[in-house]
């Protein structure tokens, strides 16, 4: 699970600022799941992208949140003026065919501990 | 709806003691896949297993079994003869097909202290 790739690792943000976290995908795979993991709670489901398409976003916040999966670059998952409610650690999966049926083990990155002061 | 139940929240046993953590979902869907991962203090997430709703046989691999019922709807997780770098939160985790989405369910995952 080492070839996820997330960067930074660790990101500071003040409130009211852009949180910006970046998921590089191991080679060869195509879909990428977002994740946030709360202090002491389980990871929950954020966002579901393929190359280029949003393919399930229920579980993003309606506002402040987005993410892409541009054909070319990472995936960017982008907090627009962050509160500290935010503060989480983000990780990312990616995987070749998808979780579900006929899928493959997604593989985590090491995430982003997001802190806003 | 999908839920995952990790009822033990913490345990904590002395090195060479065998530990079993407890999972138990639901779901609505008859095909759906079931996880464990391990993660350990430095915070990254490790992939234990992945096993699908139509295999029942139990595996082993190395001190790690997991025994999967699907009467009772459990996927319970057993490390024999535990080692302190055994002491991680554990998660139990659920994907299926509900909606056409592919996300995991994660439990709340069980703390595990390995003393030596």
């Known amino acids: 699970n080492a070839g996820v790739m997330q960067n930074p690792r660790h990101l500071v943000r003040r409130r009211g600022q852009e949180a910006r976290l970046r998921c590089s995908p191991m080679?060869?795979?195509?879909?990428v799941y977002w994740y946030r993991q709360l202090p002491e709670e389980g990871l929950k489901f954020m966002v579901y992208?393929?190359?280029?398409?949003?393919?399930?976003e229920s579980g993003m916040p309606k506002e402040r949140f987005s993410a892409e999966f541009p054909k070319e670059g990472p995936s960017i998952l982008r907090i627009q003026q962050v509160v500290r409610g935010d503060s989480a650690a983000y990780f990312c999966?990616?995987?070749?065919f998808g979780q579900g049926i006929g899928g493959t083990e997604a593989f985590f990155g090491q995430g982003t501990r997001l802190t806003v002061v | 709806a999908q839920k995952v139940t990790q009822a033990q929240t913490e345990i904590s046993v002395v090195e060479k003691e065998d530990v079993t953590l407890d999972c138990v979902y639901e779901?609505?869907?008859?095909?759906?896949?079931l996880f464990w991962y391990k993660q350990p203090p430095s915070g990254e997430l490790v992939f234990l297993i992945r096993?699908?709703?139509?295999?029942?046989q139990n595996e082993i691999s190395g001190r790690y079994s997991w025994n999967f019922q699907k009467s009772t709807s459990s996927f319970n997780f057993t490390i024999t003869a535990s080692q302190v770098v055994d002491s991680a939160v554990y998660f139990c985790?659920?994907?299926?097909?509900?909606?056409?989405?592919?996300?995991?369910?994660f439990g709340k995952g069980t703390k595990l202290t390995v003393n030596p």
């Open positions: 999966a990616s995987s070749h």
């Open positions: 080679k060869g795979h195509s879909h």
């Open positions: 992208l393929q190359k280029e398409n949003i393919i399930d």
């Open positions: 779901t609505r869907d008859t095909t759906y896949y």
């Open positions: 096993r699908n709703s139509f295999d029942e």
């Open positions: 985790a659920l994907s299926g097909t509900q909606g056409g989405s592919e996300k995991l369910v």
